[in-house]
């Protein structure tokens, strides 16, 4: 329940166990002496960071979140705006193997390569929206990985991926129910598996209204639970049912927000 606003990284680990809930990192730096990670960056054993929103944080290399440590748990976040100037990870960089990330919204984040995110070999990467990430590199992506699994990478939607792909990887890799749509240089680069058979598809997600910052799903979104080509998918993205036929309280990016900041 912290706000930290135009800092220079206001939270370094270096050891022990980081864990960080329900706080708001808006227009900080990287450290001069750091050049990585512009809210965040973690060299400790094992990080947890929940409900926590990082908007317009810029650093070299991790615009909002760096991590060199060991085991990192990201659920139920929002990275908006982020931008890294010189390397990977526009929203996020994580060296280390084995990253989880869930339920989490990466929105109009900017980067060479990796421009939402860029993670390491195996990490767990489920129930995510990919939203207009920005690549500033020839033949970047939105989401960059070293290698992956379709038992731990699955159902989040890449949208609007301007100037890149919406993923690439440094090895073979197999994906299942993910939803893609309208990214610029297209899905993903040549070692991306992403049969039909695994749930996979290529349509509209049908956002509520993204450009006032809803990402709840309309009425009828393929991106509800439900099955393609014969393959049983669940909820697809971060965000359910938001609107539809049935008139609907309107709701406001303000709305959304306190979704991840939790009770006060």
Known sequence: NVTFHDEHCPIVEFSGSLVVERCRFEDNTQAEDLGAGGAIRQVGWNAR?????FLRNTAEVGGAFCSFGGQLEIRRCVFQENRATI????GLRVFNDRGTVEDCLFLRNVAPNG???SMGHWPTIAGCTFYANEVTM??????????????????????????????????AATLRCFCFWDNELGNGSGWIHAPEELGNFTADPRFCNPDAGDFHLFEGSPCL???????SCGLIGALGLGCGEIPTQET?????????RGAE
């Open 87 to 90: 390397e990977d990870g526009g």
């Open 252 to 260: 406001t990016w303000g709305r959304i927000k306190e979704r991840f």
């Open 138 to 171: 020839t033949e970047g992506a939105a989401i960059a990985i070293g290698a992956l699994s379709s038992n731990t990478v699955h159902e989040c939607v890449v949208a609007g991926t301007v100037n890149g792909i919406g993923i690439g990887t440094w090895e």
């Open 49 to 53: 960071i929940e409900d926590c929103v």
């Open 115 to 117: 421009a939402a995110l």
């Open 225 to 231: 639970p439900g099955e393609h080509g014969g393959y």
